[in-house]
């Protein structure tokens, strides 16, 4: 019997993508059963399609996929598998804690990604080869989730994605391009984000990123 899965992203191109590979790597094997695109969306198609697997992406308006598993129904048998763009320590931990098996980056190949749905249906937890690292590391106490989590805490969405492109080398007028805001919002962000996190520089920016293993 094939595995039923909703595909949960808030872009529609590569969600639409992801199906088409599924369908053409997992014939047989995986069912695509629903689809949405923001959290409220992801909710209601979760209850209504009862899937096996959710691949959920991480930042997804309306409250991210953290918020789409807490909402999900209780003693569903539904699982989650996180399919995102992010590699970031805060992100891999926070998803994982927030009760998803398993979490793949979106470099994943079709039949990679069917294999992953497969294994999370059954009950295993799967991971990219990089972020198990971040899991084990996070469990063995060498990260200090509380401390990431309430730093973290502490900055908007935006500014978490301002801090990481900053502490990654971008200058000012590359992070504007890149979120397509003005130079003026970044260096506005940037302030907060110094401010917030009591640092004083991008040196120290960086540092404090490196450490967390946030980039």
């Known amino acids: 019997m094939s595995v039923k899965v909703v595909v949960v992203d808030d872009h529609g191109m590569f969600r639409r993508g992801v199906m088409a590979e599924l369908a053409a790597s997992g014939a047989g094997v995986v069912d695509v059963v629903g689809e949405a695109e923001d959290?409220?969306?992801?909710?209601?198609?979760?209850a209504s399609a009862a899937p096996d697997v959710v691949l959920l992406d991480v930042h997804l308006p309306g409250g991210g996929g953290v918020e789409v598993m807490r909402r999900g129904a209780p003693g569903a048998d539904t699982r989650y598998l996180a399919l995102s763009v992010s590699d970031a320590a805060e992100d891999v931990i926070g998803t994982i804690r927030g009760g998803a098996r398993g979490y793949v980056t979106k470099t994943i190949t079709g039949p990679e990604l069917v294999d992953a749905i497969t294994r999370v249906s059954e009950g295993d937890a799967v991971f990219s080869p990089r972020l198990a690292g971040f899991v084990l590391d996070a469990f063995?106490?060498?990260?200090?989730?509380?401390?990431?989590?309430e730093d973290l805490d502490r900055l908007?969405?935006?500014e978490r994605?301002?801090?990481r492109l900053i502490a990654r080398g971008y200058s000012y007028k590359e992070v504007a391009k890149e979120l397509?805001?003005?130079?003026?919002t970044v260096e506005t962000h940037m302030s907060s984000v110094l401010r917030k996190l009591q640092l004083s520089s991008r040196h120290e920016l960086t540092r404090w990123a490196s450490d967390r293993r946030l980039l």
Request: aromatic residues 4%.
């Open 140 to 149: 063995a106490g060498s990260i200090d989730v509380a401390d990431v989590d």
């Open 180 to 184: 397509f805001i003005s130079i003026k």
């Open 39 to 46: 959290v409220d969306t992801a909710v209601s198609t979760i």
């Open 161 to 163: 994605e301002v801090m």
């Open 156 to 158: 908007t969405e935006r």
